[in-house]
Nanobody
Framework: QLQLVESGGGLVQPGGSLRLSCAAS????????IGWFRQAPGKEREGVSCMSKSGHSTGYADSVKGRFTISRDNGKNTVYLQMNSLKSEDTAVYYC??????????????????WGRGTQVTVSS
């Protein structure tokens, strides 16, 4: 059964850090372009970060550049999102996604075929 499962979310103070994980089963992540998205209450889903199938190309939303880093461990079939210097506006449910049709899917949700159920990140003092 093909599945993406996010973990690592939680409550953190402004300026703190979290590392999100996205573990895959039923698919090999290095065959897929990977994306991290988030959705805050009352807002549309937005792209946060992405990685090409090879892992050589990465992308970030302007709002997280310099603070978030995407990475992948092929041996563990897991993708990570390291989030530093967190702000209250980073509060959202974070989702990982995998897409097979493009070498690099960017931050375009329609280019992704499989989605996890999300993990909540709350940044608050």
């Amino acid at each position: 059964q093909l599945q993406l499962v996010e973990s690592g979310g939680g409550l953190v103070q402004p300026g703190g850090s979290l590392r999100l994980s996205c573990a895959a089963s039923g698919l090999t992540l290095d065959d897929y372009a990977i994306g991290w998205f988030r959705q805050a209450p009352g807002k549309e889903r937005e792209g946060v970060s992405c990685m090409s199938k090879s892992g050589h190309s990465t992308g970030y939303a302007d709002s997280v550049k310099g603070r978030f880093t995407i990475s992948r461990d092929n041996g563990k079939n897991t993708v990570y999102l390291q989030m530093n210097s967190l702000k209250s506006e980073d509060t959202a449910v974070y989702y990982c996604a995998a897409g097979r049709g493009y070498y690099y899917s960017g931050l375009v949700p329609s280019r992704y075929d499989y989605w996890g159920r999300g993990t909540q990140v709350t940044v608050s003092s």
